[in-house]
């Protein structure tokens, strides 16, 4: 059974003085197992400590609304925006198995319902037969249009018949798929690179978004993953995929210190429902156990 941040604090404060040193030694410990990182976690529990003890905060509730309160400025939101009538592209990076496909799926729904018009799937991942026939099976169940192309052609092709089919609707939202072969980085850069330049000139001023999808299991893999991908093409906003409040969710801190990438979106389960807006507040209080 997984221990979730939340109740390792619990434990922590069970039975024992908070003024000790080792008290906050032990919670950085904690911070660093909820994947915090080390730098970070150090940073945080010093700033911490000089507060409490400046302040004589000593009890559970108190540090814990001291430690929200330093967490809360890395947890970043982002909303976006389909805007009417313009071509609008957002595309979906990551490396396999993290959920992009399904993510799409769960993207075009929400936007759907959201009143977005002409919503297009792009099967741009042409390297793996089941990323195609997997997003065919969504746009069907879903009732919404994929456009996709014979197994490894040109993934900047498909994504360039989606926006112009979009284009010619008087606009919409493309949400492309992409491969993640990340063993390849070399290549995989240079892919993105390609699919990159067409979404740009595709979609009109300010409507190209490019959203990493992360799963939250993986922990400091994930900050990783971000930096390959943001210094590749640039990321816009995270897709959060895999996550409920027991898991290791506190690379998002990193990902937000470091980075400076906000999160758009996070998804908790397989169902075409299960995603809904990142909002940092409850995802502090749900990391904490506030």
Request: overall charge negative; some cysteine; charged content about 25%.
């Amino acid at each position: 059974m997984k221990v979730s941040f939340a109740d390792k604090i619990k434990s922590l404060f069970s039975g024992r003085s908070a003024e000790s040193e080792a008290f906050f030694d032990d919670l950085a410990d904690a911070l660093i197992e909820g994947d915090v990182g080390a730098k970070n976690a150090m940073e945080l529990i010093d700033c911490l400590e000089d507060a409490c003890k400046k302040e004589k905060i000593f009890d559970q509730k108190g540090i814990l609304l001291k430690l929200k309160e330093a967490l809360l400025p890395f947890a970043k939101e982002c909303r976006l925006q389909v805007q009417d009538g313009k071509t609008n592209v957002w595309m979906l990076l990551g490396v396999n198995g993290v959920g992009k496909t399904t993510s799409a799926a769960k993207i075009a729904l929400m936007q759907s319902k959201a009143g977005a018009q002409n919503i297009v799937l792009s099967a741009s991942d042409t390297f793996r037969a089941a990323a195609v026939s997997q997003l065919s099976m969504h746009g069907e169940k879903l009732g919404i249009r994929v456009v996709a192309h014979q197994m490894g052609s040109d993934p900047a092709a498909v994504v360039f018949d989606a926006a112009e089919s979009v284009k010619a609707h008087g606009g919409g939202l493309v949400i492309a798929d992409t491969a993640g072969r990340l063993h390849n980085k070399e290549n995989l850069v240079r892919e993105l690179e390609k699919i990159d330049r067409v979404c740009s000139e595709k979609a009109d001023d300010s409507c190209y978004k490019k959203l990493l999808v992360l799963d939250a299991t993986t922990g400091q893999n994930a900050l990783r993953q971000a930096e390959v991908f943001n210094e590749a093409v640039g990321v816009d906003a995270i897709v959060l995929t895999k996550y409920d409040s027991s898991a290791k969710g506190g690379v998002l801190f990193s990902i937000g210190k470091d980075l400076n990438i906000p999160v758009a979106f996070v998804c908790t389960g397989e169902g075409y429902g299960d995603i809904s807006l990142f909002e940092a507040e409850k995802y502090v209080d749900d990391f904490l156990g506030l």
